[in-house]
Every structure is written in structure tokens, then in C-alpha cells.
């Protein structure tokens, strides 16, 4: 399995945790997550982030929600996956810091830097 395959399945995984624990059905997402390969998953994510919207309503629902942890703004971040989008020329990872600290959520790699 590539580390996007493993990428795809930890989005289905994160989507099947907030049907089950929430009232939150991120439809659009896991639609098009669940229908492509790993790759096609990534670029379906980089696509997402890089919207010129300020937040998509998932996004703002999940932090309604206290979830801000599984948004994939915040899981671009997580060092585990940071291969997969930090080589990007559209500035992936930036555009993902940049909303969570505009929504007033630290980003798992400043929580890194802080504990150094």
C-alpha cells in the first residue's frame, strides 16, 4: 500500500468515525474520497484546501463540532502525511496553516515546533 493509499483510508476512517459520533455527514468528501485511488484522493484534497474560500461549511461545521483535529486542513499537517502535499508548488500546507490559525486553531506542526 503507497503512503497515499494509506492517506485515502485514514480519510475514509476519520469520515466513518464522525458518522458514527456525530450528526455531521461529510457526503461531498467521503463520496469523493471513497471513489478514487490514493493519488486521485490527494489531489481531490489539494484541490479542497485550495479553494479560494475562506472555509468550506464541512470545515466550519466540524469546528462547531470540536473536531478540528480531523479536518483535513489540520490532517495535511500531521508529519505522517506531509510528504504527500509539502512538495507542492500551489502551496498546500500554507494554505491549510493559514485557515486553521484564521479559525483560531493551532496547526499540529506549530505544536511540534512549540515543544522543541
Not at 461531498?28 to 489539494?46: M, N, S, Y
Not at 485550495?50 to 466550519?60: A, H, K, N, W, Y
Request: charged letters at 25%.
Amino acid at each position: 500500500m503507497t503512503l497515499a493509499d494509506e492517506f485515502r483510508q485514514s480519510q475514509l476512517d476519520v469520515c466513518a468515525e464522525l458518522i458514527r459520533d456525530t450528526p455531521y455527514r461529510p457526503t461531498r468528501f467521503l463520496h469523493e474520497i471513497g471513489q478514487h485511488t490514493g493519488d486521485e484522493a490527494v489531489e481531490f484534497t489539494c484541490r479542497l484546501i485550495m479553494q479560494p474560500v475562506i472555509s468550506s461549511s464541512g470545515f466550519r461545521r466540524m469546528l462547531a463540532l470540536d473536531r478540528a483535529t480531523q479536518t483535513i486542513e489540520y490532517q495535511v499537517l500531521l508529519e505522517q502525511w506531509r510528504p504527500l502535499f509539502g512538495e507542492r508548488p500551489d502551496d498546500v500546507l500554507d494554505m491549510a496553516r493559514w485557515r486553521l490559525t484564521h479559525h483560531g486553531v493551532t496547526p499540529p506542526d506549530a505544536v511540534v515546533a512549540q515543544r522543541r
